[in-house]
C-alpha cells in the first residue's frame, strides 16, 4: 500500500515549518473519514500529505471555553466531549443532541468538530445545529486566524472553501440567552439506516427560545437536502413572538419544502428525503415544545 | 518512510518500526502477531476490530499507528491475562468473558472481543448500567448470529456479578 507523507507537529509554529508546498494537505485527527478515504483510494496518496494535528492539540488546542459573548469550542473537540458538555446542553442543546446520535461510542471518541466541517458533507451531525447557531469557523494560516460563517465554510458537497494547508482550529457560537420565563431549548433529528451509525439521509436542528407553545426565538437548519446545509430563515418570522399552533406549523412545512433541493444518490432518493424532512422538523418542534 | 513507534500493549511495552498511516489494526495482527483482535469492515463501521486505548473503546481499523505512541492500548487478550493462572496458555477469563460463554452470548465469536471490550469499558464507569445504557455501549458493534438479547442479557448479568463480587 502506498501511503501519503505524514508529518505530526507538536505546535502551530512547527506545523507552519514542516507543511509541505507541494501536497495535498489533509489534517488528521480522529481519521473517522479520512481513513475510509484512503482505504477506498479517494487520496491520492504519493501527492498528499496528511499532518497529524493531535500532539497540537495536547500542547495547545483543547476545550470548549465559555466567553462573555460567545462558546468556543476547540476544533480538536471530539463528539464524545462535546456530547458530555455541561456548558454546551445549557447553551446549544441542539449541538449535544446531534453529538448523541452521531455514530457508534468508537466513533464518537475520535471523530471532532473540526474533521466535521472540514469533511464539508451535507450529511455532517454537527452542521445544521452550527447552522441554526450562526457559528464562525476561526480558519488558521500561517498569516494568523480569521473567522468566517459556517455556512461559507462549504462550496458543495465535501467542497471547503478553505485554501490548501489551512486548518479549521475553532467553532465560535454566539450565545443566546432565554429572555425571563423563558428557556433555551434546542434538539437534533436525522433519519438513516442504522440506528447507531445513521449517516443522514435526512436531518433537522431546531434552536429555541420558548415558554411552554410560545416562542420568542426560533433558528432552524436542514442537512442532507441539498449540496448544503440549508438555513431555514423564515422559519423565525412566521414563529418569533407567537404560540406553536398546527397552522403555522404547515406553514412552516411549506417553507420548508420551499426551501430544499434534495437529490437522488446512493443513499436515499429525493422524492423520500422531500417526504420525510417535515415530519423531522416537526417532530423536532414538537419535542422543544412540550420539555 | 517508516518510524519506530513504541506503547503498553496489555500491560507489557511494546515496539514497532512501520509507517505510522498503517492502522493499528494491521500492526497488531501483523507485526505483533495479535490476531485475537478480528478484522471485520475495516471501514468503522462493524466494531470487531475494536480496542481499549486510555479507556476508552476505539475501531482499530481508522487508527494510524502513528497515533499510538505512548497510549495504552488494551486488546481481549489483555483483560483475561491480568489475571492469567501460572502454567495456564490461555490464562483466567474475565468474569465478563465467562458470563458470555455461560449465558450462550457466543455464537460465530467473530464479534466476541469487540462486544467484550465495549461491555467492560461501559461496566467499568458503572456497575448499575440502565438497559439503555447498555445497548448504546454495544451498538457500535455489529453481531450477526445472536439477535443481541443473549449478549445483552450477559452485559446485564456481568454487572450484576461484578457489583456483588465489589461489595
Known amino acids: 500500500m502506498i501511503y501519503p507523507q505524514y508529518i505530526q507537529p507538536v505546535s502551530l509554529t512547527d506545523l507552519w515549518s514542516k507543511l509541505p508546498q507541494d501536497k495535498k494537505i489533509y489534517f488528521l485527527a480522529g481519521g473517522t473519514d479520512l481513513f475510509s478515504y484512503l482505504r477506498d483510494g479517494l ?32 476544533a480538536f473537540t471530539t463528539f464524545r466531549t462535546i456530547s458530555e458538555s455541561g456548558l454546551l446542553k445549557k447553551y446549544c442543546p441542539d449541538l449535544v443532541s446531534a453529538a448523541k446520535v452521531m455514530g457508534t461510542p468508537q466513533i464518537a471518541n475520535r471523530a471532532t468538530i473540526g474533521g466535521n466541517i472540514a469533511n464539508a458533507s451535507p450529511a455532517g451531525d454537527a452542521l445544521p445545529p452550527l447552522a441554526a447557531h450562526f457559528a464562525k469557523a476561526e480558519i488558521t494560516n500561517s498569516n494568523g486566524s480569521r473567522l468566517i460563517n459556517i455556512l461559507d465554510v462549504f462550496a458543495g458537497p465535501k467542497k471547503t472553501t478553505l485554501v490548501n494547508g489551512e486548518i479549521i482550529t475553532a467553532v465560535i457560537i454566539p450565545k443566546i440567552m432565554a429572555i425571563d420565563g423563558f428557556t433555551v431549548a434546542g434538539t437534533f433529528k436525522k433519519i438513516g439506516g442504522r440506528k447507531s451509525h445513521i449517516i443522514a439521509k435526512a436531518s433537522v436542528s431546531v434552536f429555541a427560545v420558548v415558554k411552554n407553545k410560545s416562542i420568542n426565538y426560533i433558528s432552524v437548519a436542514l442537512g442532507a437536502v441539498g449540496p448544503k446545509i440549508i438555513e431555514v430563515k423564515n422559519i423565525s418570522k412566521i414563529l418569533a413572538g407567537c404560540e406553536v399552533s398546527p397552522e403555522l406549523t404547515e406553514k412552516c412545512k411549506d417553507e420548508i419544502r420551499r426551501i430544499v433541493s434534495p437529490i437522488d444518490d446512493f443513499r436515499s432518493t429525493a422524492e423520500y428525503r422531500l417526504e420525510v424532512i417535515c415530519p423531522l422538523f416537526e417532530q423536532a418542534l414538537n419535542e422543544i415544545i412540550n420539555e | 518512510m517508516e518510524k519506530k513507534i513504541s506503547f503498553i500493549l496489555n500491560g507489557e511495552k511494546a515496539m514497532v518500526s512501520c509507517n505510522p498511516l498503517k492502522t493499528l489494526l494491521n500492526v497488531l495482527r501483523d507485526n505483533l502477531n495479535h490476531i485475537e483482535v478480528k478484522a471485520g469492515c475495516e471501514q468503522g463501521e462493524c466494531g470487531s476490530c475494536t480496542v481499549i486505548i486510555d479507556g476508552k473503546i476505539v475501531n482499530s481499523c481508522i487508527f494510524p499507528v502513528g497515533q499510538a505512541e505512548g497510549k495504552n492500548i488494551i486488546t481481549i487478550a489483555g483483560i483475561s491475562k491480568k489475571e492469567a493462572t501460572k502454567g495456564s496458555p490461555v490464562g483466567k477469563l474475565h468474569p465478563i468473558q465467562k458470563i458470555f460463554i455461560e449465558e450462550g452470548a457466543v455464537q ?21 448500567p440502565t438497559d439503555d445504557e447498555i445497548r448504546t455501549a454495544i451498538s457500535g458493534n455489529l453481531c450477526r448470529c445472536t439477535g443481541y438479547s443473549k449478549i445483552f442479557s450477559a452485559v446485564k448479568k456481568a454487572a450484576i456479578f461484578l457489583r456483588h463480587r465489589k461489595l
Open chain 1, 43 to 74: 487520496i491520492d496518496a504519493e501527492n498528499s500529505c496528511f499532518v497529524d494535528i493531535t500532539h497540537i492539540q495536547a500542547a495547545e488546542l483543547n476545550g470548549i471555553v465559555e466567553e462573555t459573548e460567545n462558546i468556543k469550542i476547540s
Open chain 2, 108 to 128: 460465530c465469536g467473530f464479534c466476541t472481543p469487540g462486544m467484550i471490550l465495549a461491555a467492560k469499558v461501559l461496566l467499568d464507569r458503572t456497575l448499575t
